[in-house]
């Protein structure tokens, strides 16, 4: 399956959540098994390539794709979550929202100090959730080996404000 016939697989639903959002609803990918295959396949070819040891699923549709690969290339998954999801120690990163701010969470004890990391998300818009990922990633001593995902909406600002850092996404619009 080529990679840009996933599009066939994503359903564009207007004014959802709210007024004037384009969203990218990613259920009918979810419920056909070769386009997962070939998502999965083609995003762990990134994290490979990347030479990533781990991976970090930002919540909640990110989990999805990242436990994928984790299951089928064996590779350890570390949860990125909203503030006061997770049950244990906690570090976190806050970061700017177009109306307030958001904050993102990571367990004190998932980064290891100079191991590699793949960042892994259903899809790049303004980069503000995957930017404050790497950023509390590398507070922690790990390294960003690459972003991954497999939407990029591409008029907005989501690689520059990920600069400096390896970032790939399956298909854009
Ligand atoms: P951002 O921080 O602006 O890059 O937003 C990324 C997060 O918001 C991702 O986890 C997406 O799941 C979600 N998101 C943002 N915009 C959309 C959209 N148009 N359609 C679906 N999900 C979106």
């Not at 359903?11 to 959002?21: C, E, N």
């Not at 384009?22 to 070769?34: E, G, M, N, V, W």
């Not at 980069?127 to 907005?156: H, M, P, R, Y």
């Amino acid at each position: 399956m080529k990679l840009e016939q996933l599009k066939e697989l994503i359903r564009d639903v207007s004014d959802f959540p709210k007024p004037g959002i384009l969203f990218k609803d990613i259920t009918p990918l979810l419920a056909h098994a070769r386009g997962m295959h070939a998502c999965t396949e083609a995003l762990a070819t990134i994290v490979h390539k990347a030479n990533a040891e781990e991976l970090v699923g930002i919540e909640s549709r990110g989990f999805i794709f990242a436990a994928a690969i984790a299951a089928v290339e064996q590779m350890p998954l570390q949860l990125v979550r909203k503030p006061g999801k997770l049950p244990y120690a906690k570090v976190g990163v806050d970061y700017d929202l177009e109306y307030g701010t958001d904050r993102v969470e990571l367990h004190s004890d998932a980064i290891v100090a100079g191991r590699r990391y793949a960042i892994i998300d259903d899809l790049l818009a303004t980069g503000g959730t995957a930017a404050a990922t790497a950023k509390l990633v590398e507070s922690q001593g790990g390294v960003v080996a690459c972003a991954a995902f497999v939407i990029e909406l591409s008029e907005l600002p989501g690689r520059a404000r990920l600069e400096n850092h390896n970032v790939h996404a399956l298909i854009s619009y």
